[in-house]
């Protein structure tokens, strides 16, 4: 289940999920008195490392030191508030990886259509309202589209 999690996820997701605020690549670390971002990581790598007090590692890593419990406890934790449906059955882990990475498809898909959309909506914006209204319908019918 270790390695499927390293696969699934980013430091970057997680320690977004866990409640810290990123701001380009670099976050306030929870395991010394941080009061300025100290932390960073890195999206090659998928770890992260404190230049103050030399914590690092992986996404299971952090979970591991930041709640205090074992490494397998950590992948586990991942797992179920992720809502990763991982198992112990390597056969049902490979499904599942499987949808999972076709979710993450769409997802990205979605955010990049959002974002041209929300672009162009704004380009437009000050145009009218009759045409703010026909852009505003427009991205409702692409979200609609891609969450069904």
């Keep these: 289940m270790i390695k499927e999690i390293k696969n699934l996820t980013t430091i970057e997701e997680v320690v977004r999920f866990y409640g810290f605020n990123i701001r380009n690549k670099r976050f306030i670390c929870p395991f010394h008195d941080d009061t300025r971002p100290s ?42 508030d992720l809502n990763l449906n991982l198992s112990k059955n390597e056969k049902k882990n490979k499904k599942a990886i ?3 990475s076709i979710l ?37 019918e692409l979200i609609e589209l891609e969450v069904f």
């Design 39 to 80: 932390a960073v990581f890195s999206e090659k790598l998928n770890m992260f490392k404190c230049f103050s007090c030399g914590s690092g590692g992986d996404a299971i890593q952090f979970v591991a030191k930041l709640h205090k419990i074992k490494q397998i406890e950590a992948a586990e934790k991942i797992n179920v």
């Design 104 to 140: 993450k498809i769409k997802k990205n898909i979605l955010e990049e259509k959002f974002e041209s959309v929300l672009k162009l909506y704004k380009r437009f914006e000050s145009v009218d309202a009759a045409y703010s209204n026909f852009l505003e319908n427009k991205l409702l």
């Design 98 to 100: 499987k949808c999972n």
